[in-house]
Structures are given as C-alpha cells and as structure tokens.
C-alpha cells in the first residue's frame, strides 16, 4: 500500500461472530488501519471488560475462534450505527467511502480505482447494507460472480475486496 493511502473496514450488522473474526483475521492480514463493528454486529469483549453476561463471553469466544488473536492485533472500534461509524472515521482522515454491495448500478471492482483512503462497508449476511443506509456511500462496488450462487459469504466478498482494493492503493 502507500504510504498515504489506508484502509479501513466497517462492518455493519453481520449477525454471525464467525463471520466477523473470520474479517478480523482478514483485515489484520491486510493491515487494515481500524476496523469498526457497527449496528448489532458482535464485537469483542473489552480487555478489562469484567461484566458476568453468559452470552458476551459466547460471543466472544467465537469471534476468537475464527480471528485467532487479530481482535488483540489490529485496531477496532464499536458505533452504534453506520453514520457514526463514517463519522468516526472521516474525523480521522479524508476517506472514500465505498460499500460492498450486488446491485445493478454498482461498479465491479476490477473498474473502480481508489484515488485516497478508502473506508470499505459490508453489511448483513442476507440483507446487505440497507437501501437508506446507501446514502452514506461516496460509491458501490461489486464482485463479479461467474457461478451460479448470487453472492459470496460476507467475510469472503470482504477477504476478496480488500485483497483487490491492497493491489489497488
């Protein structure tokens, strides 16, 4: 990558924990400067996070489970929603911000040329990112699919995209 030029991951509303340490992993792979989980996707616990809750220890033993230590690794942040979490980073620096998404108007990735940081959104599993929240996005890319599955697992298509976008910048 460039020197001046950084990547950052949000991701938004991904219901499974193994999906998101799978991007964890990924995103620490890529030297991903800061990764934010928002809306309701489950995030680690904090290091000093002591609160008995059954169900937080579950999750993050399974975000552990896939991320294999890059949750301790890279630099990861929680908002409550997508425009926080833009907001969070366009604070930080200039950002483009592109969503990862399968519609008609989405520019394939092989097309899209980044020209500063980029701030890469993935959304849920099934629904992807909501139409309201698309406002929010500078541009949509896609990944081409040559089979005859509709789209890829979300931590795949994120692997996959910023495997693409690391060439790119």
């Given at each position: 990558?460039?020197?001046?030029i ?13 999906n ?14 800061q ?26 033993a ?5 991320a ?27 950002v ?15 097309r ?5 940081s980029i701030?890469?959104?993935v959304g ?15 541009k949509?890319?896609a ?10 697992n ?8 910023l ?7």
């Open positions: 990558m460039k020197a001046n950084n990547l950052y991951l949000i991701i938004n509303n991904v219901r499974s924990a193994h998101v340490g799978a991007m964890l992993r990924t995103a620490e792979g890529f030297a991903v400067k990764v934010i989980l928002c809306g309701y996707t489950p995030y680690p616990r904090l290091v000093n996070d002591q609160r008995p809750c059954h169900i937080s220890a579950k999750v993050d399974q975000i552990a489970k896939t294999l230590g890059a949750e301790h690794m890279l630099y990861w942040d929680h908002a409550a929603d997508l425009p926080t979490a833009i907001q969070k980073i366009r604070h930080a620096e200039d483009e911000v592109v969503s990862l998404e399968l519609l008609p108007e989405a520019q394939t990735i092989e899209f040329k980044p020209t500063r701030a890469l959104i849920n599993e099934v629904k992807g990112i909501e139409p309201d929240e698309l406002k929010y996005c500078d949509i890319i990944i081409p699919m040559r089979g005859s599955k509709e789209s890829f979300v931590s795949v298509a994120a692997g996959i995209a495997f693409y976008l690391t060439l790119m910048v």
